[in-house]
């Protein structure tokens, strides 16, 4: 009998068991912030300081390198030689061309002596008019060809001359793409040169932002050399069409670096105040996903509890993200440990301090 009684106790405590909700655990601390005015958020665009002016440098002339006189990071001056090419075709084409020149000449002397004599003779009728038309001819056609042979002769020794690559202006080498003994064809690139003077920053816009930047907009440039030191700076010029694989826009950034040393190929950023209708920000480490996009844990006052609501998102900054659409400015967000909140999940509201916060509900819109 006891037995018996031992089982059903055991059966009706299992069924009550699984009848049962599971408990409650214990809330989670969490770190819960307001969304604060983003007219104090700035976009940062990191940045590489370029030239204003930075010419592809090329021979005029096909033809094998023979010497490479300067290497990347070296400064050059104007007309300095930076590379040379095997000059041997273009010396024989050059002495060849004046060759056909002193030929050419050699002509029209013989045939300016002949057209004198025919004058003397076309003077006591001992020749014809036509005769003496024809040696005009036979002039005027060799003075051509001197000067045809002469113009020959000063383009073969243009050509000598290209043989010797030249810096066009003062300047630093910024990369060499070609080395001695490598065959190079007329046009093709050896050196990038960044001339001296005026420095700019390169960025890149990305697609959403595009439309904000144009031409003349004022930004602020901050070196990796000098932190903290913000210099004026203007918007120079931003490509009209997108890279074809970042899908971004890239843009150049002028600015005065003053006494701060501003090398080319050094970091910088480059600061741009929000523009648009006034937005709030959240810290970027309050951003969740939700389907692919942006989302943030936001907590109910009245139970403490997070539910995860789909934001629009500006470009991001260097802390903080603005927030265009989908957030209002007095509700509470999660600020930190996004990724291990559930849904519906009890949260204990806490400060930076670790101090419990009182969650006020958010204010209701005005009406109109």
């Known amino acids: 009998m006891i037995p018996r009684l031992l089982i059903l106790l055991g059966a009706l405590a299992l069924s009550a068991c699984g009848s049962d909700e599971p408990a409650e655990g214990p809330a989670r601390p969490a770190l819960v912030v307001q969304p604060a005015p983003a007219s104090e958020v700035l976009s940062v665009y990191a940045g590489e300081v370029r030239a204003r002016n930075e010419p592809a440098l090329a021979f005029r002339i096909g033809g094998k390198i023979t010497r490479v006189q300067v290497d990347v990071g070296q400064a050059v001056k104007k007309g300095q030689a930076l590379a040379e090419l095997d000059a041997s075709d273009v010396a024989l084409q050059l002495e060849a061309s004046r060759a056909a020149l002193a030929s050419a000449e050699s002509d029209y002397s013989l045939a300016k002596s002949e057209l004198e004599r025919y004058q003397s003779l076309l003077d006591r009728q001992l020749v014809s008019r036509s005769l003496y038309d024809a040696r005009v001819s036979a002039l005027q056609a060799a003075e051509a060809r001197v000067r045809q042979a002469r113009a020959q002769a000063r383009v073969s020794d243009n050509q000598a001359g290209y043989a010797v690559l030249r810096a066009p202006a003062d300047g630093v080498i910024a990369q060499r793409l070609a080395d001695a003994g490598q065959v190079v064809a007329a046009g093709q690139t050896v050196f990038m040169l960044a001339e001296n003077g005026d420095r700019e920053v390169l960025i890149s816009v990305p697609e959403q932002s595009a439309a904000d930047f144009s031409p003349g907009r004022a930004l602020a440039v901050e070196l990796w050399s000098a932190p903290g030191k913000r210099l004026p700076a203007t918007l120079r010029e931003i490509s009209p069409a997108a890279d074809a694989q970042a899908r971004t826009f890239a843009a150049r950034v002028s600015f005065d670096a003053g006494d701060a040393r501003a090398e080319v190929g050094q970091s910088a950023r480059v600061y741009a105040l929000q523009d648009g209708p006034a937005t709030l920000s959240v810290p970027l480490s309050a951003l969740h996903q939700k389907d692919g ?33 989908g957030l209002a400015p007095g509700e509470w967000i999660v600020a930190a440990g996004v990724h291990l909140l559930l849904e519906g999940q009890r949260i204990k509201p806490i400060d930076r301090e670790n101090r419990p916060v009182v969650l006020a509900p958010a204010a209701a819109p005005a009406a109109n």
Do not use: H, N, Y
């Not at 539910?307 to 500006?314: A, D, M, S, Y």
């Open 293 to 325: 996009q942006p989302a943030l844990w936001v907590v109910d006052p009245a139970t403490s509890t997070v539910r995860l609501k789909p934001v629009k998102t500006g470009p991001f900054g260097e802390s903080l993200v603005p927030v265009v659409s």
